[in-house]
């Protein structure tokens, strides 16, 4: 098996943390939410940047129709109508031209290094999430058998799994069909109806799909007690083909499902949305042009979504890098001109009222990575 | 010469810099021109013509609120047969039908954890319970539901009565009130349970069927203490169990 096939075949999973030591923080209403996209997301054809006259002429064929506009500026890929929504609301923020410092193209290389935080692929045993846990309380236990290391840290955290969500993503109307032989004749009649009425429209919020899981995030995540971080994986972002544009292709879906998760978290914390922000991370991006395959490679910068009730948003943050091919990185892929660390620093320095300085030097230490968090929140 | 040649270069190239084809904000210029930009880290907004109001939760809520309310108070003024008919048994306020009766007494206990509800629009609990309604020993399945339809609001509770045993009596109740939901032609969906009391909607035709179903049974003792009692039970059953356990 080629380690590419082994990414497609990652599963979505959801992990929620916990801190004994909640009481200690300086907001402990606040929440993160971390979704992790694995594979690499295109961000010039999530995050549009019409200020770039070369783009077309790079990927025509991977440009949507139907963009949703921000500006005469940005647009956002057409499956995000929710994201786009929150945006125009001020909730979300856009940064483009992003990246941890990683230039080097590989999946597990660059997933390891954009959790651990630190300076060099595999050369931490804890994630940066996990790290600022561990400066704003007094540690934990580690509950859970799979603890992603984004959320590691050194004395551990209360962690766990929500065992409970056993659906299934396809919901069918199975019950009400084995339950129909036992109904007397009108009941069967009203059973019938029930069935055409919700078959292939059943949505159980509780299964697996990034979906669910986003809705048990929401769910936990509001409650007074409940974690006070969450990762959700969504994969298959590595879309070296068929990637869609002026075709349908992968990243309709891959994007759509990225909305779908945000609009279902935003439901499921209820009030709680004001206290929350959520950021999402990929290991890299993808390159400029299209390649044979109606796809791209693996590139570097890429876009990021910072939302959440308290987030200053409807705008796009970037210091666009410029497309020609002497700005290109390595004249094939976007360059990064903004340290998506800086951006984790502000969410963290936001939710868990730590101060930049100590974020920048004990969590990612980088003791002078920028500011950003006065760009970022409100 | 060359040194000459070397500093207009240099003037020419720092005129360009400073003086880019676009500036931040909104929307303030058109497509920018190829190869010039703002320098640094600029904050591009939404367009003023598409940009809305930033609310938190509560105020998006009270907005969604209002416009729901003065869009279905409109709507009403369609249906003054189904008010009329709705305020024999509820009270109206400001468009919201109240059901009018909260008698009786349930005494008894829970026999699991109160649990949510996943209802696509909705929301709520569910709850076992054993004990004495009135004079009726009971075990029932209670669920508390707050449904929505477009721009409706109701909440509702739900009872799915253990009809085993020797309960003679409450399967001729549930007879008649099977009866009763084809004679009122019900459409709230069977399959949440045997009975069931819309306590409170913005709907008033939801409000009439509710009357209509309160009228077609009211014969019947333990049906008519149900309806009249279902603010007791739903009360049992929001108040009861306020954890869900995650192992």
Avoid at chain 1, 54 to 81: G, T, V
Avoid at chain 2, 224 to 230: E, H, Q, R, W
């Amino acid at each position: 098996m080629k380690r590419r096939d082994l990414l497609k075949m990652g599963a979505a999973g959801l992990s929620l943390a916990s801190l004994p030591g909640w009481a200690n923080i300086a907001n402990p209403e606040r929440r993160l939410v971390v979704f992790f996209l694995e594979g690499g997301l295109d961000g010039l054809s999530t995050l549009v940047p019409k200020l770039e006259g070369r783009l077309e002429s790079f990927r025509e064929e991977l440009m949507p129709d139907n963009l949703l506009d921000l500006s005469s500026h940005w647009a956002l890929h057409p499956a995000m109508r929710s994201t786009h929504q929150l945006m125009l609301q001020q909730d979300i923020l856009g940064i483009h031209a992003t990246s941890f410092p990683y230039t080097k193209r590989s999946h597990f290389e660059g997933q390891n290094l954009i959790q651990g935080g630190g300076l060099t692929p595999f050369s931490e045993s804890t994630g940066w999430v996990g790290r600022a846990l561990d400066i704003a309380s007094n540690g934990g236990r580690a509950m859970s058998l799979d603890t992603p290391l984004l959320l590691r840290g050194a004395t551990g955290v209360d962690n766990y799994y929500p065992a409970h969500v056993n659906g299934s993503s396809t919901p069918t109307t199975d019950l009400l069909q084995r339950l129909h032989g036992g109904l007397s004749p009108e009941w069967q009649t009203e059973n019938e109806k029930l069935i055409s009425r919700l078959d292939g429209r059943v949505f159980n919020s509780r299964d697996r799909s990034p979906r669910g899981l986003s809705a048990e995030a929401g769910q936990a995540l509001s409650r007074p007690d409940g974690p006070v971080a969450a990762m959700i994986r969504l994969n298959g972002y590595d879309t070296h083909a068929g990637q869609g544009g002026k075709r349908p292709g992968r990243l309709f879906s891959l994007v759509g499902e990225l909305d779908s998760c945000i609009s279902t978290l935003k439901k499921n914390l209820g009030r709680a949305w004001d206290n929350t922000t959520f950021i999402t991370l990929t290991e890299f991006g993808r390159t400029v042009k299209v390649n044979g395959s109606s796809g791209t490679e693996h590139g570097y910068g890429t876009a990021m979504l910072v939302g959440g009730g308290a987030v200053n948003g409807g705008a796009v943050l970037a210091d666009w890098p410029g497309l020609a091919k002497s700005d290109q990185f390595e004249k094939r892929d976007l360059m990064a001109t903004t340290d998506s660390r800086s951006i984790c620093a502000a969410v963290l320095e936001h939710t868990f009222g730590l101060e930049h300085d100590e974020i920048a030097e004990r969590v990612f230490f980088t003791p002078n990575l920028p500011r950003l968090t006065d760009r970022i929140f409100l | 010469m060359r040194a000459l040649l070397i500093s207009a270069l240099a003037i020419v190239l720092a005129a360009c810099q400073a003086n880019p084809t676009t500036t931040s904000g909104s929307g303030g210029s058109s497509k920018t021109a190829e190869g010039a930009y703002p320098a640094g880290l600029q904050r591009y907004e939404v367009s003023p013509d598409l940009k809305q109001p930033k609310m938190n939760m509560a105020q998006a809520v009270a907005v969604k609120e209002a416009a729901d309310r003065a869009r279905n108070l409109e709507r009403n003024k369609r249906l003054s047969g189904d008010i009329a008919r709705a305020v024999q048994h509820f009270k109206e306020q400001d468009g919201v039908f109240v059901w009018k009766y909260r008698f009786g007494d349930f005494s008894g206990k829970a026999l699991n954890t109160r649990e949510d509800l996943n209802i696509p629009g909705g929301g709520g609990y569910k709850l076992s319970v054993e004990g004495k309604f009135n004079r009726w020993q009971i075990n029932a399945l209670l669920r508390s539901i707050d449904f929505g339809v477009l721009t409706d609001r109701s909440h509702m509770i739900v009872a799915h009565i253990n009809k085993g045993g020797d309960h003679d009596k409450l399967q001729q109740s549930l007879k008649r009130w099977d009866k009763a939901l084809l004679a009122c032609r019900s459409t709230i969906p069977y399959a949440f349970g045997d009975l069931y009391l819309v306590m409170e909607t913005t709907n008033p035709a939801i409000a009439a069927l509710q009357v209509c179903l309160f009228e077609e049974t009211k014969e019947d003792q333990f049906l008519s203490a149900f309806l009249k009692g279902g603010h007791v039970l739903d009360d049992f059953v929001g108040n009861n169990g306020l954890d869900v356990i995650i192992n």
